[in-house]
Every structure is written in structure tokens, then in C-alpha cells.
């Protein structure tokens, strides 16, 4: 299986990563780096500690960005080998490294089906509030693929289930917005706040009441069941139906002085 996984295979990423995963699967590291780090990922790949040690002593660094800025540790992880990608970070490559576009190596995997990868960059200290060039959360990443495994080993390694993507959602409202209400109670129940709203000035409950009063979900499907386990559990909270609209929270804002409105 080619690892187009690793652009999380959701409509929020751009196309060009995933043509990279292609094309970096398909190539082997002289298309991408020089001699010298060539010689570095083969003692990688064939578990050659003492060499590959040697050579990073001698000057290379896993840390660079390479032609179509692939890094070592991305390039590696596209090859689907885990015991290099294990040996590069013991070898000091760094899961939080950036590529020039602001991805790294955790925003790439947060959203794949195999969550070992997820599990071995967060052990070597990846961060799991990492953001894309989206400034997409990679909480995001795994809501998107409906990966409650991922999720909750990002929630388990301390990823804040509250950030906030650039317009102002998080993920509870993200899974909302792509009609995941399975997802969204699997949130609420770690704690997710129902009670955020975006930059436009709309909330869960709004979601929710715009999805119902549109018929935006059949109400022959699970999905329906989930939605209305979810705005039942926001009620049981306190939140009462219908809730103010974004046109009049924006006023309620502006009235306040909040910047911006």
C-alpha cells in the first residue's frame, strides 16, 4: 500500500502532499539527498547503528530538508519501515522537525489506520499539539479519518482536545462540520467544550440545530442517533435549543467591544 495515509487522506490536506507520499514511495533517497546522507539511510535501513552513528558524527544531520523538502525521517516513514524510523530517532531525528510548508512528521500520521506510527514519534517526544500548514491541529488529522484510536493516544500524550484550527473551530466542531456525530460524543465524553464557538460565532449547538432544521441528517441512520446522543448530552449541560445564531453572536460580541466585531 502506498502511504498516502500519512496525508491523512481527509479533503482538508493539500493534493501536493499526497502526489509527494507518491512519488517519495516510488523513489529511492538519491532523488532526494545527497551522497553523503544516502550513505546515512542505508546503514539506517539495514539497522547499522555504529555506521550511521559514525557518519552523523562526521557531519550529517536527520534534520534537513532534502529536494521537494522531504526530510530523512518523512522520506523513511513513506518507506514503511518502522525499525529505521525507530533507529533515526534514537539517532537524534526529531519527530517535530518542520518541512519549510509547517508540516511535520505527526501532523503526516496522526490520521493513519496503523496508529504505531503515531505512538513511536509521540514516544521519542513528538508534540501532539502539532499544526500543518493549515494550522490544523493534528487532533484535526484524526477526527477527519474517524480514528478514535488516534485520538485518544493524542489525548493520552496530552494533546490540548480544545486547540483551535486558524478560523477559530476545534475539533468538536470540525467533526461536526463533516457530519462525524459519532465522533463528536466520543469528544464530548473526553471533555471537549460544546459550549466554543468560532470565529463566525457558531457553536456545537448551532451545528447541531442548523443539521436538524435542514434535514442534513437522515434520521434512518446511525449518524442521526449520534447526533441526537450528542445534543442531548449538551442539554443535559444546560444548553438550550434553539441556540443563538452566528449573526447574533457576532452582535453580542460587537456590543461587548471584542476586537475584530
Not at 202 to 220: E, M, P, Q, Y
Amino acid at each position: 500500500m502506498v502511504f498516502c495515509a500519512l496525508s491523512g487522506l481527509s479533503m482538508r490536506l493539500a493534493c501536493v502532499l499526497c502526489s509527494l507520499v507518491w512519488v517519495a514511495s516510488q523513489m529511492d533517497a538519491e532523488q532526494f539527498f545527497k551522497p553523503e546522507m544516502v550513505t546515512v539511510l542505508q546503514h539506517i535501513q539495514q539497522g547499522h547503528e555504529k555506521e550511521a552513528r559514525a557518519a552523523l558524527t562526521d557531519g550529517q544531520d536527520l534534520n534537513i530538508h532534502g529536494d521537494e523538502d522531504i526530510t530523512p525521517l518523512l522520506w523513511l516513514i513513506l518507506q514503511q519501515d518502522k525499525a529505521a524510523v525507530a533507529l533515526a530517532l534514537k539517532l537524534g531525528a526529531d519527530a517535530n522537525f518542520k518541512r519549510a510548508n509547517g508540516d511535520n512528521a505527526i501532523t503526516a500520521v496522526a490520521g493513519n489506520e496503523d496508529t504505531d506510527w503515531l505512538k513511536m514519534l509521540l514516544e521519542a517526544g513528538g508534540d501532539p499539539n502539532s499544526v500543518d500548514r493549515n494550522q490544523e491541529p493534528a487532533l484535526f488529522q484524526a477526527v477527519g479519518e474517524g480514528n478514535k484510536e488516534a485520538v485518544e493516544i493524542l489525548l493520552d500524550h496530552d494533546a490540548n482536545v480544545n486547540a483551535v484550527d486558524g478560523p477559530g473551530s476545534n475539533a468538536l466542531q470540525y467533526a461536526a462540520a463533516i457530519n462525524d456525530f459519532e465522533m463528536v460524543y466520543f469528544l464530548l465524553q473526553h471533555g471537549a467544550d460544546f459550549t466554543h464557538s468560532n470565529d463566525t460565532g457558531a457553536d456545537l449547538a448551532w451545528n447541531i440545530h442548523k443539521k436538524l432544521s435542514r434535514g442534513l441528517v437522515s434520521s434512518s441512520s446511525d449518524n442521526y442517533e449520534w447526533l441526537m446522543k450528542s445534543k442531548q448530552f449538551i442539554e443535559e449541560k444546560g444548553v438550550s435549543f434553539p441556540p443563538l445564531s452566528p449573526k447574533e453572536v457576532r452582535a453580542i460580541w460587537a456590543k461587548e467591544g471584542k476586537p475584530g466585531y
